[in-house]
């Protein structure tokens, strides 16, 4: 009898670890996003841009996901390393948290007129396990000093 009482205790601790663990980076979003709806291009008098991901979708356990950025202006696009991750849940935006020890770094990139470039987003600086729906990267540029924002969106099957 006491080997069964025992038995039980220690599956039940066990699936609760399991549950705790597992659960820890897919807690619920909370911050809703400040940004409305955003295209993937957009343009200026100063500039053309557009962002896309190299694929439409991936699966959950994805590493990177590259961007494609091209400059159909005819001035050059600057950027950074910094980028929003969003979820979209019932219909509206939420921002994906990023891992409290990770910054970005303060580079200035360059998108010359006509030219397509490639940045990647490392999946391991969220503080979010990715999960089923659609996301939005968000990303910010800047043409003769005005600042242009687009959204790449994509799939988390």
Do not use: H
């Not at 409305?36 to 996901?65: H, L, R």
């Not at 990647?120 to 003769?144: C, H, P, W």
């Amino acid at each position: 009898m006491l080997k069964k009482i025992f038995l039980i205790a220690a599956v039940a601790l066990a699936v609760m670890l399991v549950a705790a663990c597992s659960s820890e980076k897919t807690k619920p979003l909370t911050t809703l996003s400040s940004y409305g709806e955003i295209s993937n291009q957009a343009s200026t008098e100063e500039a053309k841009v557009e962002m896309n991901t190299e694929q439409p979708s991936y699966s959950a356990s994805i590493d990177k996901v590259t961007l494609k950025i091209k400059n159909d202006g005819p001035t050059t696009l600057t950027f950074g390393t910094p980028f929003t991750l969003e979820k979209r849940e019932q219909g509206k935006w939420y921002v994906v948290p990023m891992r409290s020890d990770i910054a970005f770094t303060s580079i200035g990139l360059l998108v010359e007129p006509g030219e397509t470039r490639e940045d990647q987003i490392s999946m391991s600086d969220l503080d979010y396990t990715l999960t089923k729906g659609e996301y939005r990267v968000i990303k910010s540029f800047s043409a003769n000093e005005k600042e242009i924002i687009v959204a790449a969106r994509f799939e988390i099957e």
